[in-house]
DNA sequence: TTTAGCACTCGATGAGTAAGAGTGCTAATC
DNA sequence: GATTAGCACTCTTACTCATCGAGTGCTAAA
């Protein structure tokens, strides 16, 4: 869609006056506002064209105008300028990735909780995922027949366990024996990364032990299909209320069987690509739920192995260049902060 | 306070239909739905009375009464008949913990999903906590210099773990000789326990092995810091904005960051007696925050030594009656499951 | 002691009105 | 031909006022 220089400044002007005051913007107040150095009829007519291009539209007659969910897209692709954190956000938010670390956990706790503090949106998070990280080192208990622990430790010393199932009844020699083979071949490998090593090298020397291959891949198998059942971080729900289009509890309730239900928000973060920010503005989203919201994600890093995502979910008229900036600064600096040691 | 049989019928009606219908109750309502065998001119006489006595109260003069928290306290107390779960309800909340769980947290989902289905009120929960569970044993991991992991294995299988801290660099075989301690002398005792234990024999041989034991009391004190930072469980949240109360987004904003916080949810369960029941009304909480809620409340035990608490949180117009069969019958199922094999 | 009767109060509802915001169109202007 | 001033028109919002009805408290009778 092409449209003359004017028009992208009315069309500018619509959206962050909206973004800014969620009420319908006027031919007035842009003409007094955004200085195009043209009357308010002008804009009027111009108005009118980019209704009739399905970019803005009208509550009722005597209304301004509202974006279209094309014209957020229109915005965000051609139009936004980048968004700028100050220097003060910025400042806290690597300041609480330089305090020591306990867990894993804690990271992840506390960035959700500063960026509830910088935004009213809802902020969401899932992983870190040690299983996609490179391996420092596996542990395994047997605790009963068929059950094991398993402790992996990554490379720079952050700690996971998981649960698992073993296929049959494996003795408890066995079991050492396949820490033996993790620990001693496939150091500074992801899980993913050994299966790929062993079925490459299922005709070389390590196939001769064919049962204790097997069982390493159970276990990598069953590991991995953990993963997506695993932890979602939430936080700001509070904060995203303060957005007027939930005055109505209606919305609120949708919101809140978003968060209780968990897997909508799991799946967004689940299917996020690693190929910078995402934005997914109302119905361009998967889900029915969302479709009245808009989200920003991006993926976070662990030494170079992708590891979770992140996101930020608010109404459609959410201030996506303040939004995007802050997924972007997020994901690197929570990627600086794992890859460095855990310890 | 004493009152005559036919006051205490009016409030009984007064509460309990208000608590049906969240309106304020007339003196005819009663008269007509609760069959005193008295006109509404009588009910009206006792309901002055009952004002006068604090017990109830009205929101303006042209409307009927509503109970004071005074009044709930009363109807608590001495009026409330004992309320039954369902058949079907009963049976919905068994079948859950007769399926095989995977891990800990599995059971306590289920339970909080379960609970959120059969009520309209804030379920939360915590724990359960190992560290307060007979132990069948101990691991350890060693991590890095002064970090290691602790796997606590309870007696009927339950698996957790907990990173600590160690005091001073200690080696691997000291760790594995403190192991073995935990493994052999304290088989089928609690940390708490075996505090007092290790206490008790101090001048008897084991104290002989003075390092040893100072590291062993040292680890039992940091796992049992970790507890209180320890997991907290909620559901229902969208439930509980079904209530009227909750019309207003004030009040749910309010809620929201009860739930956000998490300290005073998990401090209320904390401090829960194991002493049945407990049921705390309006501004009877501690804290302000919960002040114009109540908040039923119970533990629950693994092997009779109580490991976690399990509460409902409402508008102080609550069901106490159904909310605490609900507390009850959840609470005994379910240290009934984690009682049974974990595996 | 209980109850019928009644005046009184107060919130809720709805109609009617006025104000105000914003538009689209027309005609004049640049 | 593009722009703009002017104006009639539309629609929402806020406010007022009257009415209705629920429920009470009080009084006097049963």
Redesign the interface.
Known sequence: MKLNQRKQKVLEAVVEDHIATAEPVSSRTIARKYKLGVSPATIRNEMADLEEAGLIEQPHTSAGRIPSQKGYRYYVDRLMRKGHLTDREKSTITSIFAQQA??LVDIVQRTIKIV?QCTDYLVFLSGPQLENAALHKV?F?S??PG?A?L?I?SEN?W?E?K?I?LPVAVSQEELEQVERVFNNYFRGLTFPQITRAILKSVYDELSRQRLLIDLALDIIESVLKQESEDALYL????NI?KQPE??D?QQ??KL??L??EQSVLRTILAETQNIGITVRIGRENKFDQVQNCSVVTATYTMGGNTVGAFGLLGPVRMNYARAIALVEFITQTLSNALTGSG?
Do not use: Q
Request: no cysteine; net charge positive; glycine share 10%.
């Open positions: 306990r867990e509830s542990r208990i605790l009963a059950k622990m402790v430790v010393g700690v366990n649960l199932d936080g700001g729900t509070r209320l939930y005055r509890i609120v309730r809140l069987d968060i209780e310890f």
